[in-house]
């Protein structure tokens, strides 16, 4: 009878084991339609794209959308300031929030978890809402149409302190502890000890906001207005007009504007999960 039981659980978490990769492989593909369906379409004419029914492979490959996008507008400069803003931006808020999420789990003074509560609710707070009071600061410190407008205003996130407290929650109070007593300084700690051990928090919080950033549409075209300085979202948002679009343009221009974020992800991917996995532990 024990014999036939177990038998029986195995066919169970047999069926329930293909029952759900069948589901992952339905939703992955979900997934990846629009961006099959965009990289399709970067090699049409407007007039084929909206064609029925779809013709997922073009009878004849395009490059001009491609020429297009790298001749009409400046695409290497926008695709450069992009990358300026996102990696810097990113490594700032590597440095702050790892500090802030350190001094939140590791350090003791009067105050701290309501001082933490009080900075998560700030994520409660609409970006809309803080729209125009923070574009009046920034102008009036002389930081419009400059790239130091962006950098500043998303050098720290409450979403990335919450994130690496609960990868730090997980490190052992008593490593900090024994460092201590043989005499390493606070800042050494959290750079010997806590930074090698948070390595998935870091991951993810770098794979989230670098895609954060080079995405960004409402900041730069609220704080910038040189050309010389725009992103690459709004130089592609160039080809519509108001009455049409070219989307084989539009679609050209983000298959390129993506591959940086494929890029980053590959290179974070495995890190990401147990990343994810550690914001879970109780704080």
Known sequence: MAKQAQQQNKKKLKISTVLIFLFCCIVAFTMLVPFVWMVSASFKLNSEIFSYPVKWIPE?????????????????????????????ITLLQLFTCSLAA??????QFPGRDKI??????????PWHAIMIPQFIVVKAFGMYNTHLSLIVLQAFSAFGVFLLRQNMLSIPNSLHEA????????????????LPLSQNGLATLTVLTFNSVWND?????IYL?????????LGLASFQQQ???????????????????????CIGQKYIVEGVAFAGVKG
């Open 116 to 125: 933490f509560v009080a900075y998560l609710a700030t994520m409660m707070v």
């Open 60 to 88: 004849v490959f395009r490059t001009l959308n491609y020429e297009k996008v790298w001749q009409s507008i400046p695409f290497l400069q926008y695709f450069l300031n992009t990358l300026k803003l996102a990696v810097i």
């Open 179 to 194: 460092a201590k007593i043989d005499g390493c300084s606070t800042f050494g700690i959290y750079r010997r000890i806590i």
């Open 217 to 221: 549409y409402m900041g730069p075209m």
């Open 102 to 107: 350190f001094a939140f789990t590791k350090l």
């Open 243 to 265: 009455f049409s679009a070219d989307y084989g343009a539009i679609m050209a221009g983000t298959v390129c504007s993506v591959i940086p974020i494929i890029i980053v992800y």
């Open 225 to 233: 207005d040189s050309d010389r300085l725009k992103t690459i979202q």
